[in-house]
Nanobody, 114 residues
């Protein structure tokens, strides 16, 4: 089970830190990620972090967002800086297994006002 937290309303230019807590198993062997879905749009990749810490970011996230994982705490975080109105979306945590099965959290709302 994946449970996201940290989403809230913030003004443009501000920062937020999203957290994802996993339970029911270790995240050690999973590629962890963050995705987002804005109203009327498809879900899109924000960032992923592999089992050895290799990260991948969407172009819009490069330089502003940072994904990290703590396998000991079974958590994944997304630090978001210099937020823009277009970052408004529901942010979802994901865990992709070696088998390619993907698990999702319920999402956390981020609203950025300009």
């Amino acid at each position: 089970q994946l449970v996201e937290s940290g989403g809230r309303s913030v003004q443009a230019g501000g920062s937020l830190r999203l957290s994802c807590a996993a339970s029911g198993g270790s995240i050690d062997t999973y590629i962890m990620g963050w995705y987002r879905q804005a109203p009327g749009k498809q879900r899109e990749l924000v960032a992923t972090i592999g089992t050895f810490g290799i990260t991948n970011y969407a172009n819009f996230a490069k330089g502003r967002f940072a994904i990290s994982r703590d396998n000991a705490k079974n958590t994944v975080n997304l630090q978001m800086n210099s937020l823009k109105a277009e970052d408004t979306a529901v942010y979802y945590c994901s865990a992709e297994a070696l088998s390619a099965a993907t698990y999702w959290g319920q999402g956390t709302q981020v609203t950025v006002s300009s």
